[in-house]
């Protein structure tokens, strides 16, 4: 079998992207990553040893600025390019995780009638995602709430591909949330968060009292900034601060964490769950649809979170949430059981299953 794969721009497309052409080459599948030069996914398939492809794509939001104007030129560009290269691969199907990078090749696999299998990693669907599912055979969804914005019929949750790497300390990890002392960690994703910085690290020094510990990942270009403050407070003993975690670095922090404090994009979100961590969850408000907002509700109506809105995120407001955790293992218990039931551990697997049954179709 033959399969194309795209999506991208940032790591929640790429990531479980990735994750399903791995599954697929490890069954003998002839897979061909294509998407976007600029973004995540070149160098992301250099590693894991993907065929790659890339265009000249790039996010379009509108045509009135030169810049739009040069977006615009270069997706009709990317757009023959994908047509091209997806005629001369001759898939049996493509997978897309969306992004703008996506977009070209779905195009293509449109155009030229191949089986498309599309997932949806929010609970609320991107742009291209919205358009690519008119055309799709199916589109594998990773929350609950998602397949309600989708023909009935099309979705299937499937769960979220988290990295593999991840899911081996995830299953080696001896949980201890009971244990003394909690460790807190404090983790903005990949590019970090001013407003989670500034809060968490004051919520530490008014929390001195427990006996807790504290691993913050700043994000690289904050750490700069908040590192005199951090100085300043002197909760070094307790309080260790990190700018960036990659891969199995991070798969650590997640197994040592009693509970996490960060935003609610999916793929965190499924890291949470793959791990079984409750969590106070801060929607980045700027998300398209306020979809981290709609992804931290669900955890949060199971009982495995605690949304505190950013508008409203303050040392206090941090504590409460925190201390809620704290005091209460048993609630701890019941958001490790819920999370339980939510995750999918065999999500690529899923995904692979979906994009099989289209080729098989057509």
């Not at 403050?229 to 260790?240: R, S, V």
Request: proline share 5%; hydrophobic share 40%; glycine share 8%.
């Amino acid at each position: 079998m033959r399969l194309i794969v795209t999506g991208g721009g940032t790591g929640g497309h790429v990531f479980p992207a990735l994750e399903v052409a791995r599954l697929a080459r490890q069954e003998g599948w002839d897979v061909l990553y294509l998407g976007s030069n600029r973004g995540q996914e070149r160098r992301s398939c250099q590693l894991a040893g993907i065929p790659f492809q890339g265009f000249p794509s790039e996010p379009l939001y509108s045509f009135k600025s030169p810049r739009g104007w040069k977006a615009g030129i270069n997706l009709a560009r990317s757009s023959a390019m994908a047509r091209g290269a997806v005629k001369k691969a001759k898939p049996h199907a493509v997978f897309s995780t969306g992004g703008y990078s996506s977009a070209p090749v779905v195009m293509a696999a449109r155009g030229l009638k191949i089986p498309l299998v599309i997932h949806e990693q929010n609970s609320v669907p991107g742009r291209t995602n919205l358009w690519a599912a008119k055309k799709a055979s199916y589109i594998a969804t990773t929350f609950h709430s998602s397949n309600a914005h989708f023909e009935a019929g099309k979705a299937v949750r499937t769960g979220m591909p988290v990295r593999e790497e991840l899911r081996r300390q995830a299953a080696a990890r001896h949980l201890m949330i009971d244990a003394s002392p909690l460790k807190i960690l404090v983790t903005g994703g990949s590019q970090g968060s001013a407003a989670l910085n500034e809060a968490s690290i004051a919520t530490a020094a008014r929390m001195t009292a427990l006996d807790l510990r504290w691993t913050h990942v700043t994000g690289r270009t904050h750490f700069e900034k908040i590192f005199p403050t951090y100085e300043k407070l002197g909760i070094g003993k307790i309080y260790e601060m990190k700018s960036f975690l990659e891969g199995a670095a991070m798969g650590e922090a997640l197994a040592d964490a009693s509970i996490v404090v960060g935003r609610s994009g999916a793929g965190t979100l499924s890291e949470l769950a793959a791990f079984r961590i409750p969590s106070v969850l801060v929607p980045l408000p700027t998300a398209f649809a306020n979809h981290q907002l709609h992804n931290a509700e669900e955890f949060e109506q199971m009982g495995a979170a605690v949304i505190v809105a950013q508008d409203v995120l303050h040392p206090s407001t941090l504590q409460n949430a925190l201390t809620g955790w704290i005091e209460d293992p048993d609630r701890r218990d019941r958001a490790q059981s819920a999370l339980e039931d939510w995750d999918c551990p065999d999500a690529a697997r899923n995904i692979l299953d979906l994009v099989q049954k289209a080729a098989k179709r057509e």
